[in-house]
């Protein structure tokens, strides 16, 4: 595709809902990474995965947070009981394979827990 | 853990001066320093990059230097535009690893 692509671009959850989020990344691109960025801040990380491994997953806050990349190409990140503070825009980024390459980010999905 | 640190957290300049955004990073196996502007409600887009092997890179207005020594970073924009205006992340990685982030300078330009 042109591009890394999440869906959807705006998701409000009721506290205690559970929310899956979508990452479709640039074609070829070995390299998947899960970011969640606060109004204001950097984006922190949350999970990488190479290919459909998942090699780190320090970022992810609790074990409500859950990410997978079955086919190593769409990944889905998913969040169980949500609660406001997961109130967030989650973005995914995409590397093609390579040590130093650019990261390509996608739009982002905006969470709101109310 | 690795950490990223970024100053000033927001800045203001006159069209037409020089803009200089400075990190820290932790990791000294750190290799790989993007940098990254995101307008307001957008997605983060690389501007300009550096490998560790290189002291400093310029792209157009653009410039990014490296002390690894020091494990400092920095962006120098000059001639600044008001198209200009965002926000700057600067990152860093080791390899294909993860970015890590600062946490970004917002930067005004009047004209």
């Known amino acids: 595709g042109a591009g890394v692509s999440q869906s959807p671009r705006y998701k409000v959850a009721k506290r205690g809902q559970d929310v899956a989020l979508r990452c479709d990344p640039i074609?070829?691109?070995?390299?998947l990474f899960w970011y969640q960025q606060a109004l204001g801040q950097g984006p922190e990380f949350l999970t990488y995965f190479q290919n459909e491994a998942q090699l780190d997953k320090s970022g992810l806050p609790s074990d409500r947070f859950f990410a997978e990349r079955p086919e190593g190409s769409v990944s889905t990140l998913k969040i169980q009981r949500t609660q406001q503070e997961d109130s967030a825009v989650y973005l995914c980024?995409?590397?093609?394979?390579?040590?130093?390459?650019?990261?390509?980010f996608g739009q982002g999905t905006r969470l709101t827990v109310v | 853990g690795e950490n990223v640190e970024q100053h000033p957290s927001t800045l203001s300049v006159q069209e037409g001066d020089s803009a200089v955004i400075k990190c820290t990073y932790s990791d000294s196996a750190s290799n790989y320093f993007p940098w990254y502007k995101q307008e307001l409600g957008k997605r983060p887009q690389l501007i300009i990059d550096?490998?560790?092997?290189?002291g400093e890179k310029k792209d157009q207005r653009i410039a990014v230097t490296l002390n690894k020594t020091a494990k400092h970073f920095s962006l120098h924009i000059t001639e600044t535009q008001p198209e200009d205006s965002a926000v700057y992340f600067c990152?860093?990685?080791?390899?294909?690893?993860?970015?890590?982030f600062g946490t970004g300078t917002r930067l005004q330009v009047f004209p």
């Open positions: 550096i490998r560790s092997n290189v």
């Open positions: 980024a995409s590397r093609r394979w390579g040590v130093d390459t650019e990261a390509f």
């Open positions: 990152a860093a990685s080791r390899g294909t690893d993860k970015l890590i």
């Open positions: 074609s070829g691109h070995v390299s």
